[in-house]
Structure formats: structure tokens, C-alpha cells
């Protein structure tokens, strides 16, 4: 049992106002930098969460509080029912399914409801408050490590520097933004066997939708096959190699930016794990990446 007392919290939510205590139960969930609970009130269950110390650096939960309500507007996430936008605290409905991880999404039935949420998500006719630009999120962290005075890996900038190619060839041929999660780790869909919902909006903005393909391609370890399925469920047949492209154009840049969260977190002493290993393994992923001779040809693609 985590040993954090959420009654502040729950008393802080109107649906909890008023009930006894003792009617209520949690336990604690998943969650890299925030607290994340399931709390017990009769025969319903919710979702709290409890924003991370140090978060209010990069997230801004007023915008994160809108993100998330036109996400579940589209289908594609639980009803918020409460979210304090002064310091982050949500309670949304809880969702009964199967957290994906890796190796769920070795299953191709979950792998192709995830991508038709993505899709759900990116066809949505409202846009999101803000927009989510990689390079801007680069620098954004880069100035983040150095307020820090956190090291990086060895030639990270060189290969920040070797990016800029990919960043001329996006910018040459834009993309028509659409609303984004950005941030689809694997752990983020939950699979009820009928669909697949996304969860934990904090980074989502109108994007290049290839940026969601592309990220959790990385995130889930997806192999050739798995991606070839992800794109062909996603557009409802063979994929244009143009878009292609920028799906693995952006799996390079997802690991060159989440480098620097890792940082970010090794910084601030998060403990749960060690990020200064998570950081160096996903640059050396990124370069191994781009050392591929295939990078060259999804590059021409554009």
C-alpha cells in the first residue's frame, strides 16, 4: 500500500465531499513522475491523479485540463470529472480493461484498436488548446538541463546538429495538424477487448499525427511487421511512403527529445527508475537509428 495520504485530495473533489471515509478504498497504480491511484467509493471506481513534484516546470495543467476533456469528447479517453487546473489533481471515470505494455501489443487485434483510437483521435473536428513542435520541445528541455546543470550524453548535440536535415525535409512538406496525444507510451492504452482507450493528456497538442504513429512504435519495440500493421490499419490500406517517412523520421526525434526528459528526471532525483540509463539508452537508439542505411530512403520519401 503506498504510503501517501490522498484524503487531502479526495476531500478536495465534490463526489467525495461528505461520504465516510471508511467507505472508501484505493491502490496505487502505475506512473513514472505522477501518483496515480484507483479509489473505491460504494460500487464505482475512479482514477485519481496527483501531478509529480516538479512537473509544473513543463506541464501546464490549465491547457492539459482542456486537452483532456476534447479527448474524451472524441471518444478516445475516460469523462473528467474533476481536475484542480492550480496544481494538477484529476479524477476522471475508471476504465476496466488491460494496460497494454510491449508485449500486448504483440497482439495484433490490440495493436489495431490502438490504431484506430489514434485515428479517432487525429479525425476529431476540435483542435487542442496548443500546438506540440519537437524542436521547440528540444529546446525547450535543453534550456531545462542547463537551468539544471545536468550533463548529457556524449555527442548529443553533434546529433542534434545532424537532425536539422529532418527538420528541413518536415518543414518543406508540413503536415495539417490535428489534435495529438504525444505522448503514447505503451502503458498509456488500455485495451477493453472491444476498443482501446488513451490515457494521461499531459503532453498532447495539435501535431503532425505521424508523431503519435512513430512514438509509440518507439515506446512498444514495434518490429517492420508491426508497423507495417499499425500504418495499414490506420489508413485503411497500403500507407503513402511519404507518411511513412515521417513516422520514422519521428521515431528518431522521439528518442532525441525524451533523452532530455530523462535528464530532466535524473536531475530532479525522480526515483522511479534509473533515468540516467533510460536517457543514454534512448539516444543510443536514436543514433542506431539513424545510422540505418533504410533512414536515408524513408528520409528521400518526403
Known amino acids: 500500500m503506498d504510503s501517501t495520504d490522498i484524503s487531502p485530495y479526495l476531500e478536495r473533489i465534490p463526489l467525495f465531499q461528505g461520504t465516510d471515509p471508511g467507505e472508501r478504498g484505493f491502490e496505487r497504480l502505475g506512473g513514472l513522475t505522477n501518483l496515480v491511484y484507483r479509489v473505491y ?6 482514477l485519481l491523479r496527483i501531478a509529480g513534484q516538479g512537473t509544473e516546470a513543463y506541464i501546464d495543467r490549465r491547457v492539459e485540463a482542456q486537452d483532456a476533456r476534447v479527448a474524451a469528447a472524441a471518444g478516445v479517453s475516460a469523462p473528467v470529472l474533476f481536475f484542480d487546473e492550480a496544481d494538477g489533481p484529476m479524477l476522471a471515470e ?3 480493461g488491460t494496460t497494454l505494455d510491449a508485449e500486448g501489443f504483440k497482439d495484433n487485434g490490440s495493436l489495431g484498436r490502438a490504431a484506430l483510437a489514434l485515428r479517432r483521435m487525429h479525425r476529431h473536428p476540435q483542435a487542442f488548446q496548443n500546438r506540440f513542435d519537437v524542436f521547440e520541445k528540444i529546446d525547450e528541455y535543453l534550456d531545462l538541463v542547463k537551468q539544471l546543470e ?3 550524453p556524449e555527442g548529443y548535440h553533434q546529433v542534434k546538429q545532424e537532425a536539422d536535415a529532418v527538420r528541413r525535409a ?4 508540413p503536415a495539417a495538424l490535428t489534435p495529438c496525444h504525444c505522448d503514447p507510451l505503451a502503458e498509456n492504452f488500455i485495451d477493453t477487448g472491444n476498443r482501446v482507450y488513451i490515457v494521461d493528456w499531459e503532453y498532447a497538442g495539435n501535431n503532425d499525427p505521424m508523431w503519435d504513429l512513430g512514438d509509440v512504435s518507439v515506446e512498444a519495440g514495434f518490429d517492420a511487421d508491426q508497423d507495417h500493421l499499425l500504418l495499414q490499419t490506420y489508413f485503411g490500406g497500403e500507407p503513402p511512403a511519404n507518411q511513412h517517412g515521417r513516422m520514422v523520421m519521428y521515431k528518431m526525434l522521439c528518442d532525441l527529445l525524451w533523452t532530455l526528459w530523462g535528464i530532466v528526471q535524473h536531475a530532479n532525483d525522480n526515483p522511479a527508475e534509473d533515468f540516467w540509463a533510460y536517457a543514454t539508452g534512448r539516444f543510443e537508439r536514436c543514433r542506431q537509428l539513424m545510422d540505418d542505411p533504410e533512414f536515408e530512403r524513408h528520409l528521400r520519401a518526403l
Open 41 to 46: 467509493l460504494a460500487d464505482r471506481s475512479y
Open 94 to 96: 475508471y476504465i476496466e
Open 150 to 152: 545536468a550533463p548529457l
Open 170 to 173: 518536415l518543414e518543406a512538406k
